[in-house]
């Protein structure tokens, strides 16, 4: 059990186009999912945090008007990357919390390109 | 938030045991302990959580200072798969059922063959 999907899996997408991530937690319930960025050889960076029905809570420095975030139901939230720039380009990874003991559960991560 | 250090990298001989430490000395009383790996390109893996207690499950070992302010994941037997980065992330409650996650540098584990 336990399992949270992302789609699509990479996207190749032009300057100035947006781009929609989707994330589902497939087999339980999650008011709570993550939106996260990793660039090569780094760790993962919070973005925001999501609550079903509610707006997304977004970390410093994590522009809210570029990346939209809904949390329409508890199983999916959806990241969508706004007139995207090449300097988005990153792997951006979601979780879904499950609890107690409040554990989160990754997707496989979306590698977003941006020519 | 609680931040944790840990080594860069560390490296086993496969078959043996790895003792994974981290510093979590900004812990407080109800932050869980969680540690989790990833290989490359894909999402972290749950690997085992505590609280206070030390755990065990069917992948890793989770060894929990008393006063908490440090712990260590050990596998027991390393294999080629462990080959990864692994994270101890401490996770302070945001908000009623909230547990946010601050994900440190990690250590990558190399295992040798």
């Known amino acids: 059990g336990a399992v949270v999907s992302q789609h699509p899996s990479r996207v190749i997408c032009k300057s100035g186009t947006s781009v929609k991530i989707e994330c589902r937690s497939l087999d339980f319930q999650a008011t709570t999912m993550f939106w996260y960025r990793q660039f090569p050889k780094q760790s993962l960076m919070l973005m925001a945090t999501?609550?079903?029905?509610?707006?997304?809570?977004?970390e410093q420095g994590v522009e809210k008007d570029k990346f939209l975030i809904n949390h329409a139901s508890l199983t999916l939230s959806t990241l969508t990357v706004t007139s995207a720039h090449p300097e988005d380009s990153s792997f951006y990874i979601c979780?879904?919390?499950?609890?107690?003991?409040?554990?989160?559960?990754f997707g496989p991560g979306t590698r977003l390109t941006v020519t | 938030d609680a931040k944790t250090t840990q080594p860069n990298s560390m490296e086993s001989n496969e078959e043996e045991p790895v003792h994974l430490p981290c510093n979590h000395s900004t812990i407080s009383g109800t932050d869980y302990i969680h540690w989790y790996r990833q290989l490359p390109s894909q999402g972290p893996e749950y690997v085992i959580h505590?609280?206070?207690s030390n755990v065990n499950n069917r992948m890793a070992s989770l060894a929990i200072a008393e006063d908490r302010k440090s712990s260590t994941l050990i596998l027991h037997r390393a294999t080629l798969r462990d080959a990864a980065v692994y994270y101890c992330i401490i996770s302070p409650q945001i908000g009623s059922g909230t547990y946010k996650y601050i994900f440190g540098t990690g250590t990558r584990l190399k295992v040798l063959a």
């Open positions: 979780s879904a919390q499950r609890g107690p003991p409040y554990e989160q559960y």
């Open positions: 505590g609280l206070t």
């Open positions: 999501s609550n079903e029905g509610s707006k997304a809570t977004y």
